[in-house]
């Protein structure tokens, strides 16, 4: 899994914008490999959500629940189900984008996409 993000594609980009300067090289030989990196990359500004919660939506996406049945169902343990509703909104943007960092380890997690 690629945990690059956004900015260090950026931040990559900025260097090799001056690495050419310098040099007197073709932009556009990096550009192409560039823009696909950064297309690939994860956003800078993921979703951060307790580990519980993670592990919950990981669940609840195996059994094919929708986001409503997620975040609503009466099964839940109450601190996750507390936190889901306080953080709702986080909660429907780590669901929905399918990646986000663990508020404990700092951890990336990306859900793979259904084939």
Do not use: C
């Amino acid at each position: 899994m690629n945990n690059e993000t956004k900015w260090d594609v950026f931040e990559d980009a900025l260097r090799a914008l001056e690495e050419f300067g310098e040099q007197g090289s073709s932009w556009e030989m990096a550009y192409d490999d560039l823009s696909a990196r950064y297309a690939a990359a994860l956003p800078d500004d993921m979703p951060v959500i307790p580990e519980a919660v993670g592990e919950w939506i990981k669940d609840a996406k195996a059994r094919y629940y929708d986001m409503l049945e997620a975040m609503t169902k009466w099964t839940l343990d109450q601190p996750v189900f507390d936190w889901i509703h306080d953080n709702s909104d986080t909660f429907a943007r780590a669901w929905l984008d399918g990646v986000w960092r663990v508020e404990e380890t700092g951890e990336i997690v990306k859900l793979e996409e259904e084939k």
